[in-house]
């Protein structure tokens, strides 16, 4: 009976020692990141996505836990604000329409001929405008400075006129980057506006002929133009300018009919002021071609 029982303990022992030699054995986890370790590497799409549809917890962003139910608008993006939303106006496409929006500047030249009280002068000098551009449309004051010289080749100076004015311009025609080329914008167009003119008259030199000198004066008139400008946009602009252009215009310019004004005749410095025969009004008048480079921004 004794050795019965003790056969009986021996075979149970064997049991359990086989069943615990012979189990499976246990394997730890990778390691998982705190989640709120600045070292942790980004999560790979599959683990973005696995555990979703179930009641689990999301880390998005920098550790911020989410609900299980999957969300787009919950996912933080790592990468920085787009140029777009901070102001500037980079272009991803050069052959995206063109957005002329914005302050313009305008620096040039100006060539041409000016009439005034029945002489006919070269004019020659410079010009500056500036004003907002609002898409096809422009307002712009400007200021001219004209020297008035003999007709033709000479380097005889009668004078100078002095003109500031206000004018509106319009772009009647568009040819995009698909004509013209990449970021580029070629426009014709058409202005009108409203002028006045300042006139100063020298006297001759010692050794110079007498002749008749206008006395100082001034008037205004009504402007019409127009011309072309040709514009380019930068595709990655930093502040001033975004647009640069080159602007090639024709401005005419008339006066109200007035009577001549008073001239004196002149020698040096000595002057003699002479009655002016009884004339019919005349209207003063001129034809510029102005050539400008354009900033906008």
């Known amino acids: 009976m004794i050795a019965k029982a003790r056969s009986i303990g021996v075979g149970v022992s064997c049991v359990l020692w086989l069943g615990f030699t012979l189990a499976r054995p246990a394997r730890a986890d990778d390691a998982q990141p705190f989640p709120g370790d600045p070292h942790r590497p980004p999560p790979t799409p599959e683990e973005t996505l696995s555990g979703l549809g179930g009641g689990g917890a999301q880390l998005v962003g920098d550790g911020v836990e989410a609900p299980g139910t999957f969300d787009p608008g919950l996912v933080v993006d790592d990468e920085p604000i787009s140029t777009d ?37 070269t004019a020659l000098g410079l010009t500056i405008a500036g004003g907002p551009r609002m898409g096809r449309l422009t307002l712009e004051g400007h200021y001219t400075y004209l020297d008035l010289t003999a007709p033709g080749p000479s380097n005889q100076k009668f004078g100078s006129a002095h003109r500031v004015g206000v004018m509106a311009r319009a772009d009647l025609i568009r040819l995009g980057s698909h004509i013209i080329g990449a970021n580029s914008l070629l426009s014709l167009y058409g202005e009108a506006g409203l002028y006045h003119q300042l006139h100063r008259w020298l006297k001759p030199g010692v050794y110079d002929r007498p002749r008749e000198v206008s006395v100082d004066g001034s008037g205004s008139g009504a402007m019409l133009g127009f011309g072309f400008n040709l514009d380019f946009r930068l ?10 252009g080159w602007q090639l215009g024709w401005q005419m310019t008339a006066s109200d009919r007035h009577d001549p004004g008073p001239t004196m005749i002149c020698k040096g410095v000595s002057c003699l002021m002479q009655t002016t025969p009884g004339r019919a009004p005349i209207r003063d008048s001129s034809m510029v071609v102005t050539s400008t480079i354009a900033f906008t921004w």
């Open 235 to 244: 595709e990655q602009p930093l502040g001033f300018p975004n647009r640069v």
């Open 85 to 121: 939303q901070q102001g500037r106006r980079w272009v991803d496409d050069p052959y995206s329409p063109h957005d002329t929006t914005g302050a313009n500047l305008r620096v040039g030249s100006a060539v041409g001929r000016l009439f005034h009280d029945d002489r006919r002068y």
